[in-house]
């Protein structure tokens, strides 16, 4: 069943990053599990991706809400990426790709005031246009982060669970670009 998301004040705030070169957000309070912590789009929708934007919608990408636009990638994220819809002015939940009108950051744990927001951005992102090394320094790290397309068959495997719906739908329609994920999906 669909579930509406609002958003709490201050959930989070901007500081330096750990490598000095840019931004990132650590929780302004204690944020428990289940908090929607910010989002993707629920703001503002452009045409064409930036540095900051999160594709939403084939053609589609979201604005970060309240200045959260340098969320940390991590291969063991804090949060979850929930796709969302408008219905009646509220947005819910929904796993239909076509309807997508935002994604939320969603605590998949308790988050401990200061703590480092992060998402994981294969979760989401097709094929990166900016790919980078990850340094999260987990221990499934998967080391080159460039989207989905790229990555191996087992870790396609692995974030097909949490992947939103426009992941879910594009390995639907380019089974060929996906293989391995492709299989799995149908399994
Ligand atoms: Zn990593």
Redesign the pocket.
């Known amino acids: 069943m669909a579930v509406v998301v609002a958003f709490p004040e201050k959930a989070f705030t901007r500081v330096s990053s750990r490598d000095k070169v840019g931004s990132t957000l650590v929780a302004a309070r204690p944020l428990p599990k289940g908090t929607s912590v910010t989002a993707y789009g629920s703001e503002e929708i452009v045409p064409e991706p930036t540095m900051h934007t999160l594709a939403i919608r084939a053609g589609a990408h979201g604005v970060p809400r309240d200045g959260a636009e340098f969320v940390s990638h ?2 063991s994220p804090n949060t979850d990426l929930v796709a969302v819809a408008l219905k009646d002015g509220k947005l819910e939940t929904t796993t239909d790709a076509a309807v997508v009108h935002a994604v939320v950051l969603v605590a998949n744990r308790d988050i401990a005031e200061g703590e480092e927001i992060s998402f994981d951005y294969e979760l989401n992102e097709w094929d990166m246009a900016t790919p980078f090394t ?1 340094q ?1 320094g ?1 221990s499934n ?2 080391g080159y982060i460039s989207g989905f397309k790229n990555a191996t068959a087992a870790n396609q495997e692995e974030l097909l669970k949490k992947a939103t719906p426009l992941i879910l739908s594009t390995v639907a329609a380019a089974p060929a670009a996906a293989p391995a994920a492709a299989a799995a999906a149908t399994a």
């Open positions: 991590s291969c990850c999260c987990n790290c998967r």
